[in-house]
């Protein structure tokens, strides 16, 4: 089984090409969305999430994990890989970053925007690796904040996103192409190519992350045992409100969405899913 870990809803997105590409294979979501956003957390608080996370989908059954949120790929990938699935473990952790960067090489152009989270920004790893694959290529980069609620709040198509998009680009006005660096942007893809000049590409890396895992998996046969082409999704907040926003990332209604919570430092199954309402006691 293949698990897909997101700070939120956005990573359905990634699971959907994920689904597309790999309809036979298994797949455990788990969307963080009662911590969510992650975009301006601590990078300590970013690495407990994201090991309570990866640890809830091992503990499922997962043999590999795709980090589909842009800004733990950035910041806690490399520690998940070291922590959790060395080079000789029979478990895999996989970021987003590296086919994304692939992506905006592919694209052939002399300037690259980067959209993301006020942490994928300041973390670099971006800049870093499209460098390494083409040292030419100018990277520019913009926090845009506000873009993450927006979507979660199902306003991408109101004036409130038209003017944030159009604030956030107006950084990135000279770039030949605009990388979508969280997964709650490609809602907002149609918005974004309004407002860049014509001929700017604006670069959805999902499809190439499911290009590059069906690419992997076929260069590692047997590690992740034959699917029935299930999905499961659990989820850290509201389960009711989730599976309403995530069908709009997933393209399809969700299945069941369970639900997760933190206790003493690790996400578990919750008793009673239900939030609660008025004074809590404990």
Not at 60 to 84: D, K, P
Not at 173 to 186: K, S, V
Not at 188 to 206: H, K, T
Not at 223 to 243: I, K, N, Y
């Amino acid at each position: 089984m293949i698990g897909v870990y997101d700070s939120g809803f956005g990573g359905l997105s990634v699971l959907r090409a994920l689904r597309a590409k790999l309809p036979d294979m298994d797949f455990l979501y788990l969307g963080d969305s009662g911590r969510a956003p992650y975009g301006g957390r601590s990078a300590d608080t970013i690495l407990d999430f994201a090991e309570q996370a990866v640890e809830r989908l091992f503990e499922e059954g997962c043999t590999l994990i795709i980090v589909a949120c842009n800004t733990v790929s950035c910041v806690a990938l490399r520690h998940l890989q070291r922590r959790y699935a060395p080079a000789n473990s029979k478990l895999r952790i996989l970021g987003v970053t590296i086919p994304a960067a692939e992506m905006a090489v592919a694209a052939g152009v002399r300037t690259v925007g980067i959209l993301a989270t006020a942490r994928t920004v300041s973390s670099g790893t971006y800049t870093t690796e499209i460098h390494k694959l083409n040292p030419d290529i100018q990277v520019r980069q913009r926090a845009a904040p506000l873009l993450a609620p927006i979507v979660e709040e199902g306003w991408e198509h109101s004036t409130i996103a038209q003017g944030a998009i159009r604030r956030y680009l107006a950084d990135l006005a000279e770039c030949d192409a605009i990388l979508l660096g969280c997964t709650h942007y490609p809602l907002l893809a149609r918005e974004i190519q309004q407002e860049v000049r014509p001929g700017v590409r604006v670069l959805d890396p999902s499809e190439t992350v499911a290009d590059r895992l069906a690419d992997w998996l076929e260069r590692h046969p047997g590690f992740v045992a034959d699917g029935t082409s299930q999905t499961r999704v659990l989820c850290s907040g509201d389960p009711t409100s989730f599976a309403e926003h995530g069908a709009r990332f997933l393209g399809a209604p969700l299945p069941l969405v369970e639900t997760v919570v933190e206790h003493h430092g690790r996400l578990v199954p919750a008793i009673d899913p239900r939030p609660p309402a008025g004074q809590i006691v404990r």
